[in-house]
């Protein structure tokens, strides 16, 4: 059943803006079998290890778009006087958030400056290509950073933090 066969069952009307063209010709014949192949292609993932088969240019994608994605992390405007990081650490102060680890000299807990933060998220960043699949996560400190083969996506986040690139973003 399509949208606007769903529609028509419940006596609706297609939105005007709507445009449901019909000349798709699926690659799979049914459900079942998109299943079964989107099924093949998560255990791949998560099994084999794509290190060997990554390129250079693999490589310099994941880093355009994670400097893309840090970038917007870091982006001030005329309505913000600070950036996403520098708002962060200041709700971490707020609240009373230390890491337990402690990034001073003296190793006491602390709450990030702007340089340590952004050092964690690079951290991460690298951390997502040591286990070689094709899907990498890691997270430390509230700071979480993910990477995926498919258009070399990468996303960091924390609390209000949530920026992400891929290839094909024009927004940069």
């Known amino acids: 059943m399509d949208r606007k066969e769903y529609l028509k069952s419940l006596n609706q009307p297609a939105p005007e803006s709507a ?25 791949y993932e998560e099994s084999e290890n794509i290190s060997d088969q990554l390129t250079a240019e693999d490589y310099r994608l994941f880093d355009k778009n994670f400097e893309n994605a840090l970038h917007d992390a870091l982006y001030k405007d005329n309505d913000f006087d600070k950036d ?3 708002r962060t650490i200041q709700m971490m102060k707020s609240v009373g958030w230390t ?24 951290y991460c960043y690298e951390s997502c290509f040591n286990n070689g699949s094709a899907h990498g996560f890691c997270a430390t400190g509230g700071i979480s950073v993910e990477i995926d083969i498919l258009d070399h996506f990468v996303k960091i986040q924390f609390s209000s933090i949530d920026v992400f690139a891929f290839d094909g973003d024009d927004s940069h």
């Open 84 to 86: 996403e990081i520098e």
């Open 19 to 43: 445009e449901f063209d019909n000349k798709h010709h699926p690659v799979f014949l049914s459900l079942a079998e998109y299943l079964a192949a989107r099924r093949k292609c998560a255990e």
């Open 99 to 122: 890491w337990a680890h402690g990034l001073t000299d003296n190793r006491k807990p602390s709450t990030p400056n702007c340089k340590e933060f952004i050092d964690t998220i690079r």
